[in-house]
């Protein structure tokens, strides 16, 4: 009976269900999915997703640069390197600054447009 007791119980940090990985190109439309369990941090599928590009990326170049934006769970200084060896320009920002970006943008459109 004891037994049955704690395999009810839910560890700390467990989580069910998936997490989706996507890369998207400027106008969103997905270029890359990496699809897994809900308890794996996103910076550990960086790479997967990074290498899983399903069509042609153009090189990067001094006029045609591109940037890679993502969230908080993609800092440290491996995924940093990850994403610079790849041609990309990184801009990793906290929810918190992600929030307030969006805030700019939506009153800057309010404004001109």
């Not at 439309?29 to 899983?52: C, F, I, M, W």
């Not at 069509?55 to 940037?67: L, S």
């Not at 990850?82 to 404004?111: D, F």
């Given at each position: 009976m004891q037994k049955n007791l704690l395999e009810q119980i839910q560890?700390?940090?467990?989580?069910?269900?998936?997490?989706?990985?996507?890369?998207?190109?400027g106008r969103?439309?997905?270029?890359?999915?990496?699809?897994?369990?809900?308890?794996?941090?996103?910076?550990?599928?960086?790479?997967k997703v990074l290498n899983s590009i399903v069509t042609e990326r153009p090189e990067p170049t001094a006029k045609n640069h591109q940037n890679l934006c993502a969230d908080n769970g993609y800092t440290g200084e491996p995924a940093l390197e990850s994403i610079v060896l790849r041609g990309?320009?990184?801009?990793?920002v906290?929810?918190?600054?992600?929030?307030r970006i969006w805030r700019t943008i939506q009153l800057t459109k309010l404004v001109v447009g």
């Amino acid at each position: 009976m004891q037994k049955n007791l704690l395999e009810q119980i839910q560890r700390i940090g467990e989580k069910n269900g998936s997490k989706k990985h996507i890369l998207a190109d400027g106008r969103g439309v997905p270029l890359s999915v990496v699809v897994t369990g809900a308890n794996r941090h996103d910076v550990s599928q960086l790479e997967k997703v990074l290498n899983s590009i399903v069509t042609e990326r153009p090189e990067p170049t001094a006029k045609n640069h591109q940037n890679l934006c993502a969230d908080n769970g993609y800092t440290g200084e491996p995924a940093l390197e990850s994403i610079v060896l790849r041609g990309y320009i990184p801009h990793v920002v906290s929810r918190r600054q992600e929030k307030r970006i969006w805030r700019t943008i939506q009153l800057t459109k309010l404004v001109v447009g």
